[in-house]
């Protein structure tokens, strides 16, 4: 059974860090990319951030130079690193494991003063 569980959330204000972390279980880590995603009330799901199996990545243009994908698949971890928040980066924040529906629950990212 695969799992994704999401963590690091929080409230932080606006120029400030969060790091989250997604944690997978029942599938062999290593090999797949992963994707971070994040929805924002009323607005569709959008592609944050993705990092391949090889450790290439891309962002979102909006993201650009302030979020960092990352993974340890020793710990089966993918994270994003978040600084210079933005009120606009308010969103729930989900994993994905790329090309399938296996998605975390999300984490609640709020950035405000």
């Known amino acids: 059974q695969v799992q994704l569980v999401e963590s690091g959330g929080g409230l932080v204000q606006p120029g400030g860090s969060l790091r989250l972390s997604c944690a997978a279980s029942g599938i062999i880590f290593s090999i797949y990319t992963m994707d971070w995603y994040r929805q924002a009330p009323g607005k569709q799901r959008e592609l944050v951030a993705r990092e391949t199996s090889e450790g290439s990545t891309i962002y979102a243009d909006s993201v650009k130079g302030r979020f960092t994908i990352s993974r340890d698949n020793a710990k089966n971890t993918v994270y994003l690193q978040m600084n210079s928040l933005k009120p606009e980066d308010t969103a729930v924040y989900y994993c994905?494991?790329?090309?399938?529906?296996?998605w975390g629950q999300g984490t609640q990212v709020t950035v405000s003063s």
């Open positions: 994905n494991v790329y090309y399938t529906h296996y």
